[in-house]
Nanobody, 125 residues
Framework: QVQLVESGGGLVQTGGSLRLSCVASTRTFSNYAMGWFRQAPGKEREFVAAIGWSRLSTHYADFVEGRFTISRDNAKNTIYLQMNSLKPEDTAVYYC??????????????????WGQGAQVTVSS
């Protein structure tokens, strides 16, 4: 059973930064793509960023606009989401997820079979 645990959420002012972490309890962490999704109140869950088994393969949602960086440390079974220049519209619960199918990233939540419990990010105006 794969468990994912996020940390690093919190309250920040507009323009501030946060770094989310997600630790996976699996021996095969490096073989799988990982992703970050978010869900704001009253809205559907949406894709934020993903990283393939290779740290060089990343993809971002258009709204990120160069403000976020996804990375992974396979030795620590951990992925990160560095978020800079945060806006109030970034307020949401952020979830990390592990791909079901392997090392290639996907933007579809249907391709991720394991999810963390979520980390609240609140950006005040």
């Amino acid at each position: 059973q794969v468990q994912l645990v996020e940390s690093g959420g919190g309250l920040v002012q507009t323009g501030g930064s946060l770094r989310l972490s997600c630790v996976a309890s699996t021996r095969t962490f490096s073989n799988y793509a990982m992703g970050w999704f978010r869900q704001a109140p009253g809205k559907e869950r949406e894709f934020v960023a993903a990283i393939g088994w290779s740290r060089l393969s990343t993809h971002y949602a258009d709204f990120v606009e160069g403000r976020f960086t996804i990375s992974r440390d396979n030795a620590k079974n951990t992925i990160y989401l560095q978020m800079n220049s945060l806006k109030p519209e970034d307020t949401a619960v952020y979830y990390c997820a592990r791909s079901t199918y392997g090392g290639t990233w996907s933007t579809s939540s249907n391709d991720y079979g394991y999810w963390g419990q979520g980390a609240q990010v609140t950006v005040s105006s």
